[in-house]
Antibody, heavy 124, light 107 residues
Framework: QLQLQESGPGLVKPSETLSLICTVS??????????WSWIRQPPGKGLEWIGS???????YYNPSLKSRVTISVDTSRNQFSLKLSSVTAADTAVYSC????????????????WGQGTLVTVSS | ETTLTQSPAFMSATPGDKVNISCKAS??????MNWYQQKPGEAAIFIIQ???TLVPGIPPRFSGSGYGTDFTLTINNIESEDAAYYFC?????????FGQGTKVEIK
């Protein structure tokens, strides 16, 4: 059974770069038809898709965050990562990783499974 | 960008009730709608695929309906274990977007 687990600092200072890793177990990150994704939910607000990456490098980002986001995949470690630069308090959120199942249209589909999520607070 | 308007934001139900959660899309998204359940401190679970398909392993009291712009998640004979946060997601176009969510409380 595929499982995903987020890890990284729970506190980041304003203007710095938020960095998170998602470790995939129970399956290969190099499988076809899957994109490896990040989603976040600020406290009291709805969910926001950050972006998704195929193991070979094809990437889709939310335009609202595109200028600050980098998602990368490490097939040797079966991990993928998120970097979000120049963070502010508005980036405080629970960040979740998930596998995007994309069968028809590249980069579009449903998220299954999800990680538990990790709270990242931006504060000095 | 497709905005998903989900309602209600909160609802309280009694075991055995039938519960309907609505998700309205700001433009036609065919059947490219998915539903999820999330309990506090746990990973979200995928429950309905492409508007109407029940994900394997999900109890049959859950069902989805709709096409185009109006979608509904229905929970028949709701049980105490169904207390959770439910949200919709569209994959018709980029960026992928989510509804604001519905918190379901069981009395």
């Amino acid at each position: 059974q595929l499982q995903l687990q987020e890890s990284g600092p729970g506190l980041v200072k304003p203007s710095e770069t938020l960095s998170l890793i998602c470790t995939v177990s129970g399956g290969s990150i190099s499988s076809t038809s899957y994109y490896w994704s990040w989603i976040r939910q600020p406290p009291g607000k709805g969910l926001e898709w950050i972006g998704s990456m195929y193991y070979s490098g094809n990437t889709y980002y939310n335009p609202s965050l595109k200028s600050r986001v980098t998602i990368s995949v490490d097939t040797s470690r079966n991990q993928f990562s998120l970097k979000l630069s120049s963070v502010t308090a508005a980036d405080t959120a629970v960040y979740s990783c998930a596998r995007l199942v994309s069968l028809a249209a590249a980069g579009r589909g449903w998220f299954d499974p999800w990680g538990q999520g990790t709270l990242v607070t931006v504060s000095s | 960008e497709t905005t998903l308007t989900q309602s209600p934001a909160f609802m309280s139900a009694t075991p055995g009730d039938k519960v309907n959660i609505s998700c309205k899309a700001s433009q036609d998204i065919d059947d490219d709608m998915n539903w999820y359940q999330q309990k506090p401190g746990e990973a979200a679970i995928f429950i309905i695929q492409e508007a109407t398909t029940l994900v394997p392993g999900i109890p049959p009291r859950f069902s989805g309906s709709g096409y185009g712009t109006d979608f509904t998640l229905t929970i028949n004979n709701i049980e105490s274990e169904d207390a959770a946060y439910y949200f919709c997601q569209q994959h018709d176009n980029f960026p992928l977007t989510f509804g604001q969510g519905t918190k379901v409380e069981i009395k």
